[in-house]
Structure formats: C-alpha cells, structure tokens
C-alpha cells in the first residue's frame, strides 16, 4: 500500500504542476493583453503585477517579460540591475529569450562588461 500511495501522490503532483504551468501561461497571455491593449485599455501597472506573478511561479516566459518591465518601465521604475538579475535567472532555467537578452547585455556592457566572445558562446551554445 506504501507504494501504491507514493505513486498516487506523485501523480497529483504531476497534475498540479501541470495545471500551475497552465496557469502562468494564462496569467502571462492576460499581461500581455494588458500591455499592448487587446481587448482592454493599456494598464502598464497591472501589466508589471500580471508579469511579476507568473515570474513568482517559475515561469521563464514570465520571468524574461518581468526584466522586460525592468528594462523598459512599464509599471515600474526603470532597474537595468534587477533586469539583468531577472534575465540571468531565465538563463539559467534554459530559456532561449533569456540567453539572448542574456548575449545581448554581454554583447552591448548592459550590467556587464562588453565581451562578444561571450556573446557569441551564449548565442551559439543555446543553438545546439
């Protein structure tokens, strides 16, 4: 029966991790409605809080249109360093669109020292 239950809760988990990411993904589409005034007026404030909730869930998605906020004040104050910490972390988690704001600010000296050879290496290794 021990087993029995481990693979049950297992399960469970499994679906609620699904129905969590399924969830951001709806959290994040209703941002981006905000944000560009589809199907309702441009709210940047609600914009930035529908963003920093999804990045709280671990989306990488969410997580990458957060630093986005960050880096161009949408709902917020512009933080060129939080949008660095935000994109590092999307990164990290194997994003495609964090690695290439991740080359870019290695690219352009964005909170970083200009290294295009790191650039390049980000861009190259996220392509195999």
């Given at each position: 029966?021990?087993?029995?239950?481990?693979?049950?809760?297992?399960?469970?988990?499994n679906?609620?991790?699904k129905?969590?990411?399924?969830?951001?993904?709806?959290?994040?589409n209703?941002?981006?409605?905000?944000?560009?005034?589809?199907?309702?007026c441009?709210?940047?404030q609600?914009?930035?809080?529908?963003y920093?909730?999804v990045?709280?869930?671990?989306?990488?998605?969410?997580i990458?249109?957060?630093?986005w906020?960050?880096?161009?004040?949408?709902?917020t104050?512009?933080n060129?360093h939080?949008?660095?910490?935000?994109?590092?972390?999307?990164a990290?988690?194997g994003s495609?669109?964090?690695?290439?704001?991740?080359?870019?600010?290695?690219?352009?000296?964005?909170?970083?020292?200009i290294?295009?050879?790191k650039?390049?290496?980000?861009?190259?290794?996220?392509?195999?």
């Amino acid at each position: 029966m021990g087993l029995e239950l481990i693979q049950t809760i297992k399960k469970q988990l499994n679906y609620i991790i699904k129905q969590q990411k399924e969830h951001a993904s709806g959290i994040n589409n209703l941002g981006f409605c905000y944000k560009n005034g589809i199907g309702t007026c441009i709210d940047k404030q609600k914009t930035f809080k529908l963003y920093q909730k999804v990045a709280d869930l671990g989306s990488a998605v969410g997580i990458c249109n957060l630093a986005w906020c960050y880096y161009k004040g949408i709902g917020t104050n512009v933080n060129i360093h939080k949008t660095f910490e935000l994109i590092q972390k999307a990164a990290d988690l194997g994003s495609s669109t964090g690695i290439n704001y991740l080359s870019c600010c290695h690219f352009y000296g964005i909170e970083s020292d200009i290294n295009k050879q790191k650039a390049f290496e980000l861009v190259q290794n996220a392509a195999i």
